[in-house]
Protein backbone atom coordinates (compact mmCIF):
# COMPACT_ATOMS: atom_id res chain seq x y z
CA UNK A 1 0.00 0.00 0.00
CA UNK A 2 1.85 3.01 -1.14
CA UNK A 3 1.78 5.71 1.23
CA UNK A 4 -0.18 9.26 0.51
CA UNK A 5 1.91 12.15 -0.70
CA UNK A 6 2.47 14.88 1.38
CA UNK A 7 1.47 18.29 0.25
CA UNK A 8 -0.95 16.95 -2.38
CA UNK A 9 -3.93 18.71 -1.25
CA UNK A 10 -4.39 22.13 -2.70
CA UNK A 11 -2.19 24.97 -1.24
CA UNK A 12 -3.93 28.08 0.09
CA UNK A 13 -3.37 30.66 -2.59
CA UNK A 14 0.00 32.31 -1.55
CA UNK A 15 1.00 36.31 -2.29
CA UNK A 16 3.65 34.92 -4.49
CA UNK A 17 1.24 32.56 -6.61
CA UNK A 18 -1.31 35.49 -6.32
CA UNK A 19 1.34 37.70 -8.56
CA UNK A 20 2.60 34.94 -10.36
CA UNK A 21 -0.78 34.73 -12.22
CA UNK A 22 -0.74 38.62 -12.87
CA UNK A 23 2.27 38.68 -14.28
CA UNK A 24 1.86 35.69 -16.44
CA UNK A 25 -0.60 38.09 -18.48
CA UNK A 26 1.83 40.21 -19.19
CA UNK A 27 3.42 40.64 -22.09
CA UNK A 28 7.98 38.83 -21.48
CA UNK A 29 9.74 41.78 -21.16
CA UNK A 30 7.44 44.02 -18.90
CA UNK A 31 6.87 40.77 -16.95
CA UNK A 32 10.65 40.65 -16.50
CA UNK A 33 10.91 44.19 -15.58
CA UNK A 34 8.22 43.99 -13.22
CA UNK A 35 9.44 40.81 -10.69
CA UNK A 36 12.90 43.08 -10.86
CA UNK A 37 11.58 45.69 -9.16
CA UNK A 38 9.28 43.86 -6.94
CA UNK A 39 12.13 42.11 -5.78
CA UNK A 40 14.40 44.83 -5.59
CA UNK A 41 11.88 46.82 -3.33
CA UNK A 42 11.34 43.23 -1.05
CA UNK A 43 14.62 43.58 -0.92
CA UNK A 44 15.66 47.33 0.13
CA UNK A 45 15.80 46.59 4.04
CA UNK A 46 18.54 44.14 3.46
CA UNK A 47 20.17 46.70 0.93
CA UNK A 48 20.07 49.54 3.34
CA UNK A 49 21.61 47.37 6.38
CA UNK A 50 24.23 46.18 3.70
CA UNK A 51 25.35 49.80 2.88
CA UNK A 52 25.02 50.68 6.36
CA UNK A 53 27.88 47.74 7.16
CA UNK A 54 29.59 48.50 4.15
CA UNK A 55 30.20 52.56 5.44
CA UNK A 56 31.27 51.50 8.42
CA UNK A 57 33.84 48.59 6.78
CA UNK A 58 37.09 51.25 6.81
CA UNK A 59 36.41 51.96 10.69
CA UNK A 60 36.47 48.29 11.48
CA UNK A 61 38.17 46.46 8.53
CA UNK A 62 38.86 42.82 9.70
CA UNK A 63 38.21 39.32 8.43
CA UNK A 64 35.16 38.66 10.31
CA UNK A 65 33.51 41.84 9.66
CA UNK A 66 34.22 41.42 5.73
CA UNK A 67 33.14 37.87 6.26
CA UNK A 68 29.75 39.29 7.47
CA UNK A 69 29.64 41.56 4.74
CA UNK A 70 30.13 39.39 2.53
CA UNK A 71 26.93 36.97 3.96
CA UNK A 72 24.73 39.06 3.55
CA UNK A 73 25.47 40.50 -0.17
CA UNK A 74 25.30 37.04 -1.11
CA UNK A 75 21.93 36.17 0.22
CA UNK A 76 20.92 39.06 -1.21
CA UNK A 77 22.08 38.52 -4.29
CA UNK A 78 20.28 34.73 -4.25
CA UNK A 79 17.19 35.92 -3.14
CA UNK A 80 17.10 38.56 -5.84
CA UNK A 81 18.52 36.00 -8.79
CA UNK A 82 15.84 33.36 -7.05
CA UNK A 83 13.05 35.52 -7.08
CA UNK A 84 13.20 37.91 -10.05
CA UNK A 85 15.90 35.87 -12.93
CA UNK A 86 14.32 32.54 -12.06
CA UNK A 87 11.91 30.58 -14.76
CA UNK A 88 10.78 27.17 -14.27
CA UNK A 89 11.79 24.95 -17.65
CA UNK A 90 9.11 23.02 -17.64
CA UNK A 91 6.41 25.89 -17.63
CA UNK A 92 8.18 28.74 -19.60
CA UNK A 93 10.72 28.88 -22.23
CA UNK A 94 13.90 30.45 -20.61
CA UNK A 95 15.04 34.04 -21.18
CA UNK A 96 18.72 33.46 -21.10
CA UNK A 97 19.44 31.08 -24.41
CA UNK A 98 23.07 30.50 -25.49
CA UNK A 99 24.35 31.97 -28.60
CA UNK A 100 25.04 28.63 -30.02
CA UNK A 101 21.59 26.63 -29.64
CA UNK A 102 21.57 24.84 -32.58
CA UNK A 103 25.08 22.60 -30.95
CA UNK A 104 22.73 21.20 -28.98
CA UNK A 105 20.85 18.05 -30.31
CA UNK A 106 16.88 18.36 -29.70
CA UNK A 107 15.41 15.85 -27.97
CA UNK A 108 12.08 14.17 -29.56
CA UNK A 109 8.56 15.42 -28.51
CA UNK A 110 7.97 12.41 -26.53
CA UNK A 111 11.74 10.79 -25.97
CA UNK A 112 11.99 7.71 -23.89
CA UNK A 113 12.96 7.96 -20.20
CA UNK A 114 14.88 5.02 -18.08
CA UNK A 115 13.71 5.66 -14.51
CA UNK A 116 16.89 3.91 -12.41
CA UNK A 117 17.00 3.46 -8.88
CA UNK A 118 20.01 1.68 -6.98
CA UNK A 119 18.69 -0.26 -3.30
CA UNK A 120 20.50 -1.78 -0.43
CA UNK A 121 18.99 -2.81 2.38
CA UNK A 122 15.82 -0.85 2.58
CA UNK A 123 12.96 -3.26 2.76
CA UNK A 124 11.09 -0.68 5.18
CA UNK A 125 10.19 1.48 2.96
CA UNK A 126 11.10 0.58 -0.89
CA UNK A 127 7.62 -0.33 -1.78
CA UNK A 128 6.36 3.20 -1.11
CA UNK A 129 8.80 4.53 -3.66
CA UNK A 130 8.92 1.65 -6.51
CA UNK A 131 4.94 2.45 -6.43
CA UNK A 132 5.72 6.05 -7.09
CA UNK A 133 7.93 5.72 -10.27
CA UNK A 134 5.31 2.95 -11.43
CA UNK A 135 2.60 5.83 -10.80
CA UNK A 136 4.19 7.99 -12.84
CA UNK A 137 2.28 9.75 -15.84
CA UNK A 138 4.51 9.72 -18.16
CA UNK A 139 3.78 7.31 -21.26
CA UNK A 140 6.89 5.82 -22.76
CA UNK A 141 9.13 4.86 -18.83
CA UNK A 142 11.45 2.03 -18.42
CA UNK A 143 11.94 1.36 -14.72
CA UNK A 144 15.08 -0.27 -13.29
CA UNK A 145 15.86 -1.03 -10.11
CA UNK A 146 19.01 -2.48 -9.04
CA UNK A 147 19.13 -4.18 -5.65
CA UNK A 148 22.71 -3.72 -4.56
CA UNK A 149 22.76 -7.44 -2.76
CA UNK A 150 20.61 -6.44 0.03
CA UNK A 151 20.71 -8.96 2.86
CA UNK A 152 17.43 -7.75 4.66
CA UNK A 153 14.60 -8.90 2.43
CA UNK A 154 15.09 -5.95 0.05
CA UNK A 155 15.47 -8.14 -2.91
CA UNK A 156 12.69 -10.55 -2.37
CA UNK A 157 10.44 -7.95 -1.91
CA UNK A 158 11.56 -6.26 -4.94
CA UNK A 159 10.78 -9.38 -6.61
CA UNK A 160 7.31 -9.54 -5.49
CA UNK A 161 6.89 -5.75 -7.07
CA UNK A 162 8.63 -6.95 -10.46
CA UNK A 163 5.52 -9.73 -10.71
CA UNK A 164 3.25 -6.92 -10.38
CA UNK A 165 4.65 -4.18 -11.76
CA UNK A 166 5.95 -2.97 -15.09
CA UNK A 167 9.62 -2.49 -13.88
CA UNK A 168 13.07 -4.56 -14.76
CA UNK A 169 14.99 -5.73 -11.83
CA UNK A 170 18.56 -6.43 -11.46
CA UNK A 171 19.95 -8.27 -8.66
CA UNK A 172 23.66 -7.75 -8.13
CA UNK A 173 25.44 -11.13 -5.86
CA UNK A 174 28.23 -8.49 -4.55
CA UNK A 175 27.75 -5.33 -3.27
CA UNK A 176 29.42 -2.79 -5.20
CA UNK A 177 28.23 0.51 -4.23
CA UNK A 178 25.55 3.04 -5.40
CA UNK A 179 27.42 4.59 -8.52
CA UNK A 180 28.36 1.25 -9.52
CA UNK A 181 25.18 -0.30 -9.40
CA UNK A 182 23.52 2.56 -11.08
CA UNK A 183 25.99 2.16 -13.81
CA UNK A 184 24.68 -1.46 -14.01
CA UNK A 185 21.87 -0.35 -14.44
CA UNK A 186 22.22 2.22 -17.19
CA UNK A 187 23.67 -0.95 -19.05
CA UNK A 188 20.86 -2.12 -19.29
CA UNK A 189 18.60 1.29 -19.99
CA UNK A 190 17.64 2.92 -23.62
CA UNK A 191 16.03 5.86 -22.87
CA UNK A 192 17.05 9.34 -24.32
CA UNK A 193 16.76 10.44 -20.23
CA UNK A 194 17.93 9.08 -17.90
CA UNK A 195 16.34 9.84 -14.49
CA UNK A 196 17.71 9.03 -10.95
CA UNK A 197 15.65 8.77 -7.99
CA UNK A 198 17.04 7.70 -4.33
CA UNK A 199 15.17 4.65 -2.40
CA UNK A 200 14.29 7.22 0.17
CA UNK A 201 12.17 8.80 -1.97
CA UNK A 202 8.38 8.99 -3.63
CA UNK A 203 7.65 11.09 -6.36
CA UNK A 204 4.93 13.28 -7.64
CA UNK A 205 2.92 11.30 -10.39
CA UNK A 206 3.72 14.45 -13.21
CA UNK A 207 7.23 14.95 -11.72
CA UNK A 208 8.79 12.74 -14.64
CA UNK A 209 6.70 14.59 -16.93
CA UNK A 210 7.67 17.51 -15.75
CA UNK A 211 11.50 17.20 -16.15
CA UNK A 212 11.04 15.51 -19.67
CA UNK A 213 9.20 18.71 -20.71
CA UNK A 214 11.99 21.16 -19.44
CA UNK A 215 14.64 18.71 -21.53
CA UNK A 216 12.59 18.73 -24.79
CA UNK A 217 11.70 22.81 -24.51
CA UNK A 218 15.43 23.70 -23.76
CA UNK A 219 17.97 21.28 -26.02
CA UNK A 220 21.01 23.24 -24.29
CA UNK A 221 20.04 21.63 -20.97
CA UNK A 222 21.61 18.36 -20.05
CA UNK A 223 20.09 17.81 -16.80
CA UNK A 224 17.64 19.19 -14.58
CA UNK A 225 17.11 18.85 -10.49
CA UNK A 226 13.51 18.49 -9.38
CA UNK A 227 12.28 20.32 -6.22
CA UNK A 228 12.84 18.40 -3.06
CA UNK A 229 10.95 18.15 0.47
CA UNK A 230 10.89 16.06 3.19
CA UNK A 231 8.03 13.20 3.75
CA UNK A 232 8.61 13.03 7.11
CA UNK A 233 8.34 16.56 8.39
CA UNK A 234 5.99 15.84 11.19
CA UNK A 235 8.23 12.83 12.53
CA UNK A 236 9.54 15.91 15.18
CA UNK A 237 11.38 18.96 15.26
CA UNK A 238 14.59 17.95 13.61
CA UNK A 239 12.78 16.91 10.41
CA UNK A 240 10.52 19.91 10.72
CA UNK A 241 13.55 22.09 9.97
CA UNK A 242 14.80 20.30 7.17
CA UNK A 243 11.76 19.94 5.53
CA UNK A 244 12.36 24.06 5.73
CA UNK A 245 16.24 24.04 4.72
CA UNK A 246 15.09 21.86 1.81
CA UNK A 247 12.67 24.47 0.19
CA UNK A 248 14.96 26.80 0.80
CA UNK A 249 18.02 25.21 -0.70
CA UNK A 250 15.92 24.04 -3.24
CA UNK A 251 13.63 27.07 -4.40
CA UNK A 252 16.10 29.94 -3.52
CA UNK A 253 19.72 28.26 -4.16
CA UNK A 254 18.73 25.86 -7.08
CA UNK A 255 16.90 28.66 -8.33
CA UNK A 256 19.40 31.46 -8.20
CA UNK A 257 21.90 28.85 -9.28
CA UNK A 258 19.47 27.34 -12.54
CA UNK A 259 19.16 31.95 -13.11
CA UNK A 260 22.82 31.27 -14.35
CA UNK A 261 22.38 28.09 -16.00
CA UNK A 262 24.79 25.99 -13.50
CA UNK A 263 22.46 24.30 -11.26
CA UNK A 264 25.71 22.81 -9.34
CA UNK A 265 24.34 19.54 -7.90
CA UNK A 266 21.56 17.76 -9.54
CA UNK A 267 20.22 15.91 -6.12
CA UNK A 268 20.05 12.67 -6.20
CA UNK A 269 15.85 12.58 -4.76
CA UNK A 270 15.22 13.36 -8.70
CA UNK A 271 17.45 13.73 -11.31
CA UNK A 272 16.81 13.90 -14.67
CA UNK A 273 19.61 13.72 -17.66
CA UNK A 274 19.92 13.99 -21.54
CA UNK A 275 21.76 10.95 -22.54
CA UNK A 276 24.17 12.73 -24.12
CA UNK A 277 24.95 14.61 -21.68
CA UNK A 278 26.56 11.36 -19.35
CA UNK A 279 26.48 8.31 -20.96
CA UNK A 280 30.77 8.51 -21.74
CA UNK A 281 31.14 9.74 -18.09
CA UNK A 282 29.67 6.70 -16.32
CA UNK A 283 32.73 4.94 -16.29
CA UNK A 284 34.61 7.41 -14.60
CA UNK A 285 31.76 8.09 -12.16
CA UNK A 286 31.81 4.58 -11.53
CA UNK A 287 35.52 4.75 -10.97
CA UNK A 288 35.70 7.87 -9.51
CA UNK A 289 39.26 7.84 -7.32
CA UNK A 290 40.58 10.59 -4.83
CA UNK A 291 43.35 10.60 -2.81
CA UNK A 292 44.63 7.74 -4.52
CA UNK A 293 41.53 5.48 -3.08
CA UNK A 294 38.09 4.81 -4.70
CA UNK A 295 35.51 7.42 -3.43
CA UNK A 296 32.11 6.21 -3.37
CA UNK A 297 30.99 9.62 -2.09
CA UNK A 298 29.77 12.60 -3.98
CA UNK A 299 27.76 10.51 -6.18
CA UNK A 300 25.31 13.95 -6.82
CA UNK A 301 27.78 16.46 -7.29
CA UNK A 302 29.83 14.32 -9.34
CA UNK A 303 27.26 13.31 -12.09
CA UNK A 304 26.50 16.96 -12.26
CA UNK A 305 30.00 18.23 -12.73
CA UNK A 306 30.62 16.06 -15.56
CA UNK A 307 28.16 17.83 -17.22
CA UNK A 308 28.92 21.42 -16.71
CA UNK A 309 32.67 20.29 -17.11
CA UNK A 310 32.24 18.23 -20.35
CA UNK A 311 33.89 20.88 -22.64
CA UNK A 312 37.45 21.26 -20.59
CA UNK A 313 37.70 17.97 -18.49
CA UNK A 314 36.09 15.47 -20.90
CA UNK A 315 37.99 14.54 -23.61
CA UNK A 316 41.03 13.38 -21.14
CA UNK A 317 37.71 11.53 -18.77
CA UNK A 318 37.07 9.64 -21.85
CA UNK A 319 40.53 8.62 -23.22
CA UNK A 320 41.07 7.28 -19.17
CA UNK A 321 37.79 4.76 -19.95
CA UNK A 322 38.39 4.31 -23.54
CA UNK A 323 37.92 0.91 -23.28
CA UNK A 324 34.42 0.61 -21.77
CA UNK A 325 31.41 0.28 -23.94
CA UNK A 326 29.85 3.03 -22.96
CA UNK A 327 32.64 5.43 -24.68
CA UNK A 328 33.25 2.93 -27.48
CA UNK A 329 29.93 2.28 -28.45
CA UNK A 330 28.93 5.84 -28.93
CA UNK A 331 30.99 8.92 -28.37
CA UNK A 332 28.99 11.71 -28.03
CA UNK A 333 30.50 15.75 -28.58
CA UNK A 334 31.49 17.68 -25.53
CA UNK A 335 29.19 20.09 -25.11
CA UNK A 336 29.17 23.11 -22.38
CA UNK A 337 25.47 21.98 -21.05
CA UNK A 338 23.52 24.19 -18.91
CA UNK A 339 21.95 22.52 -16.12
CA UNK A 340 18.68 23.72 -14.24
CA UNK A 341 16.10 23.31 -12.08
CA UNK A 342 12.29 22.88 -12.56
CA UNK A 343 10.13 23.83 -9.06
CA UNK A 344 7.02 22.07 -10.51
CA UNK A 345 8.77 18.56 -10.82
CA UNK A 346 8.35 17.36 -6.71
CA UNK A 347 10.00 14.98 -4.67
CA UNK A 348 9.55 13.91 -1.31
CA UNK A 349 12.58 12.16 0.76
CA UNK A 350 12.79 10.73 4.01
CA UNK A 351 14.86 12.99 6.32
CA UNK A 352 16.86 11.90 9.12
CA UNK A 353 14.58 12.02 12.21
CA UNK A 354 17.43 11.20 14.91
CA UNK A 355 20.58 13.14 15.54
CA UNK A 356 23.01 10.28 15.08
CA UNK A 357 21.56 9.81 11.96
CA UNK A 358 21.38 13.29 10.56
CA UNK A 359 24.75 14.11 11.86
CA UNK A 360 26.42 10.81 9.73
CA UNK A 361 24.22 12.44 6.41
CA UNK A 362 25.82 15.77 6.88
CA UNK A 363 29.19 14.10 7.29
CA UNK A 364 28.61 12.04 4.11
CA UNK A 365 27.69 15.70 2.31
CA UNK A 366 30.74 17.33 3.60
CA UNK A 367 32.84 15.10 1.96
CA UNK A 368 31.17 14.97 -1.16
CA UNK A 369 31.59 18.92 -1.07
CA UNK A 370 35.71 18.18 -0.57
CA UNK A 371 35.74 16.14 -3.58
CA UNK A 372 33.35 18.31 -5.89
CA UNK A 373 35.20 21.31 -4.69
CA UNK A 374 38.60 19.83 -6.28
CA UNK A 375 37.14 18.54 -9.28
CA UNK A 376 34.42 21.19 -10.24
CA UNK A 377 36.29 24.30 -8.83
CA UNK A 378 38.98 23.17 -11.43
CA UNK A 379 36.56 24.62 -14.56
CA UNK A 380 33.89 26.90 -12.81
CA UNK A 381 34.97 29.73 -13.43
CA UNK A 382 35.37 29.34 -16.98
CA UNK A 383 31.03 29.11 -16.67
CA UNK A 384 30.82 32.79 -16.41
CA UNK A 385 31.05 35.15 -13.97
CA UNK A 386 27.82 34.72 -11.75
CA UNK A 387 28.19 30.92 -11.91
CA UNK A 388 31.37 31.52 -10.59
CA UNK A 389 30.53 33.65 -8.14
CA UNK A 390 28.02 31.54 -7.29
CA UNK A 391 30.25 28.51 -6.57
CA UNK A 392 33.14 29.71 -5.29
CA UNK A 393 30.84 32.18 -2.67
CA UNK A 394 29.67 29.08 -0.92
CA UNK A 395 32.52 27.07 -0.92
CA UNK A 396 34.46 29.94 0.89
CA UNK A 397 31.24 30.17 3.22
CA UNK A 398 31.63 26.71 3.96
CA UNK A 399 35.54 26.56 4.48
CA UNK A 400 35.44 29.75 6.37
CA UNK A 401 32.55 28.73 8.75
CA UNK A 402 34.40 26.33 11.52
CA UNK A 403 37.22 29.19 11.64
CA UNK A 404 34.54 31.89 12.59
CA UNK A 405 33.00 29.11 14.75
CA UNK A 406 35.85 28.33 17.11
CA UNK A 407 36.61 32.69 17.22
CA UNK A 408 33.28 33.68 18.05
CA UNK A 409 31.83 30.89 19.70
CA UNK A 410 35.57 29.83 21.60
CA UNK A 411 38.14 32.20 21.87
CA UNK A 412 35.80 35.32 22.09
CA UNK A 413 34.23 33.62 25.49
CA UNK A 414 37.66 33.20 26.92
CA UNK A 415 38.93 36.46 25.93
CA UNK A 416 35.79 38.20 27.92
CA UNK A 417 34.36 39.50 24.25
CA UNK A 418 31.46 38.22 25.17
CA UNK A 419 29.38 40.61 23.11
CA UNK A 420 31.08 39.73 20.21
CA UNK A 421 29.93 36.51 20.90
CA UNK A 422 26.10 37.54 20.88
CA UNK A 423 26.89 39.74 17.94
CA UNK A 424 27.57 37.27 15.71
CA UNK A 425 25.01 34.82 17.01
CA UNK A 426 22.84 37.75 16.11
CA UNK A 427 23.64 37.51 12.53
CA UNK A 428 23.14 34.16 12.30
CA UNK A 429 19.46 34.16 13.90
CA UNK A 430 19.28 37.36 11.31
CA UNK A 431 20.01 35.21 8.48
CA UNK A 432 17.87 32.70 9.42
CA UNK A 433 14.64 34.43 9.65
CA UNK A 434 15.29 36.34 5.86
CA UNK A 435 15.17 32.82 4.71
CA UNK A 436 11.81 32.34 6.98
CA UNK A 437 10.52 35.05 5.40
CA UNK A 438 11.24 33.49 2.15
CA UNK A 439 9.51 30.46 3.11
CA UNK A 440 6.67 32.35 4.37
CA UNK A 441 6.25 34.63 1.41
CA UNK A 442 5.99 31.36 -0.74
CA UNK A 443 3.40 29.04 1.77
CA UNK A 444 1.28 32.36 3.91
CA UNK A 445 0.03 30.36 7.05
CA UNK A 446 2.40 27.92 7.41
CA UNK A 447 4.04 28.96 10.79
CA UNK A 448 7.33 26.58 9.88
CA UNK A 449 9.05 29.46 8.53
CA UNK A 450 9.94 29.76 12.11
CA UNK A 451 12.25 27.00 12.31
CA UNK A 452 14.75 28.61 9.68
CA UNK A 453 16.77 30.37 12.29
CA UNK A 454 16.90 26.81 14.36
CA UNK A 455 18.60 25.49 11.12
CA UNK A 456 20.95 28.20 11.13
CA UNK A 457 22.39 27.81 14.49
CA UNK A 458 22.61 24.43 13.99
CA UNK A 459 24.40 24.97 11.08
CA UNK A 460 26.81 27.15 12.99
CA UNK A 461 27.35 25.61 16.23
CA UNK A 462 27.19 22.30 15.17
CA UNK A 463 27.30 21.48 11.42
CA UNK A 464 30.36 23.40 11.37
CA UNK A 465 32.75 21.66 13.10
CA UNK A 466 31.68 18.55 10.95
CA UNK A 467 34.10 19.67 8.07
CA UNK A 468 37.45 19.12 9.91
CA UNK A 469 36.05 15.69 11.03
CA UNK A 470 34.86 14.75 7.18
CA UNK A 471 38.87 16.07 5.98
CA UNK A 472 40.14 13.57 8.54
CA UNK A 473 37.65 10.62 7.62
CA UNK A 474 37.23 10.89 3.81
CA UNK A 475 38.05 7.51 3.21
CA UNK A 476 35.31 6.15 5.08
CA UNK A 477 32.44 4.96 3.25
CA UNK A 478 29.07 3.66 3.71
CA UNK A 479 26.40 2.59 1.68
CA UNK A 480 22.76 1.87 3.33
CA UNK A 481 20.93 4.97 3.29
CA UNK A 482 18.72 3.79 6.47
CA UNK A 483 21.71 3.48 8.55
CA UNK A 484 23.50 6.19 7.57
Given amino acids: ?224 SGHCRAWNADAGLLARVQDVWYEGQFRVTKAAEAAVGSVCCVSGPLAAFRREAILNYLPAWAEDRFLGAPFRFATDRQLTGYVLGQAWRGRALKRRHGNSPFIRDQDFPELRWRVGYSRSARVWTQVPARPADFLRQQVRWKKSFVRNLFFTGGFMWRRGAAAAALFYGHALWVLAAPVLVVRHLLWAPLHLAGLVTVLYLCGVVLKGCVWGLAYRFDHPGDRAWRCRPLMSLLSCCVLAWLLPYALLTLRRDVWARSGS
Fill in 1 to 224: MTAPLPGTAAPPRSAARFLSDRLDRLDAPVRRDVKRLLTVVALLPLLLLLGLRASRLPHGFGLPVLYGLSVLAGTVWLLYLAYSRYDDPAVRTLRARPADLDAFPRLPDRPRVSFLLAVRNERARIEDCVRSMAASDYPDLDIIVVDDASDDGTGELLEDLARRLPLTLIRLDANAGKKAALVRGCERADGDVLLFTDSDCVVAPDAVRRCVDALVRHPELGAV
